[in-house]
């Protein structure tokens, strides 16, 4: 399967104004890049990139006073294959977990474990360690909000969304995520495309949240979004939660005056090749 994706996204900043943008494609996905995936800037602007510690490419540009355009359009190849499911994968002991899985089971700024801790103990305790536990907390987190670009904010938690009821996508994976790392399951959060491939089309193309636990020797993907298997993910960013994957982190005033994201399946070669994005606007979620 081939898939093509990008983005445009407008900003206007009263005076100069740096910012950190993960607008690229997860170092994980760069062999099925098919075309190059590059940031653009109207007008032309220095992009310095490195790789922070979640293997994510990280871009920093200054955006001058005014209007700034930034955008991409690349296809990337994808196995067509659904997210997998593997129930036999088995819950690790905290003590046999990985050095570097640890930081996953710990408190992070949108995911304050603090605050479900004996929630989650009461609702999951008694389910399966391992996969069906993961499991039962996604369908949870699933069926305990009600998505809604108009409940989005910057701002919340995992525990507001829970007590609130109502988010987006990072809301979901936010709440998943807390649940696990309470039940001792490794979770981290990932952000990216995921085009309405194999699914009816819901709505305006929109940068997508989920999340991965460890289980059985290997991270797995979930999605407490949508609770089901899904096609065609292209990771961009990991992290803790949206701290460290967030797509734009400015540091000074602005304001997006456009969003527009696509990401779809090309049929054959022909279809192939980079163009305009025409999508509608839509809301970041």
Not at 58 to 85: I, K, M, W
Not at 116 to 138: H, M, N, T
Not at 184 to 194: D, E, F, K, Q, S
Request: aromatic share 10%; net charge negative; hydrophobic share 40%.
């Amino acid at each position: 399967m081939r898939i093509r994706c990008g983005f445009e996204i407008t900003y206007e900043c009263p005076q100069p104004t740096p910012m950190l943008a993960l607008l690229n494609v997860h170092s994980s996905r760069h062999g099925d890049l098919e075309t190059l995936d590059t940031v653009r800037t109207d007008p032309p602007l220095a992009i310095g990139q490195y790789h922070d510690g979640f293997a994510n490419l990280c871009s920093r540009l200054v955006l001058p006073a005014g209007r700034t355009v930034l955008s991409a359009d690349f296809v990337v190849r994808d196995s067509g294959e659904p997210d997998q499911v593997h129930p036999e994968a088995w819950q690790h002991p905290v003590e046999d977990l990985p050095d570097d899985v640890i930081v996953f089971l710990l408190a992070s700024r949108y995911c304050e474990t603090e605050h479900l801790s004996e929630l989650a103990w009461k609702l999951f305790g008694d389910v399966s360690p391992g996969w069906a536990r993961a499991q039962a907390i996604v369908t949870y987190a699933h069926q305990r909000i009600t998505f809604g670009y108009e409940h989005a904010r910057a701002t919340k938690t995992a525990f507001e969304a829970h007590e609130e009821r109502v988010g987006v996508c990072r809301d979901y994976a936010h709440l998943a995520i807390t649940l696990c790392r309470c039940m001792n399951i490794p979770a981290r959060y990932c952000t990216g495309y995921l085009p309405d491939i194999g699914v009816p089309v819901d709505g305006e193309m929109d940068f997508s949240a989920w999340f991965e636990a460890y289980l059985g020797g290997r991270w797995h993907i979930f999605d407490a979004r949508h609770d089901r298997p899904r096609i065609g993910r292209v990771l961009m960013a990991r992290g803790r939660d949206a701290t460290d994957a967030a797509i734009i982190t400015s540091f000074g005033p602005n304001l997006m005056t456009g969003f527009k994201v696509i990401g779809e399946e090309i049929s054959d070669f022909s279809q192939g090749a980079p163009h305009p994005i025409s999508q509608a606007a839509a809301t970041t979620g």
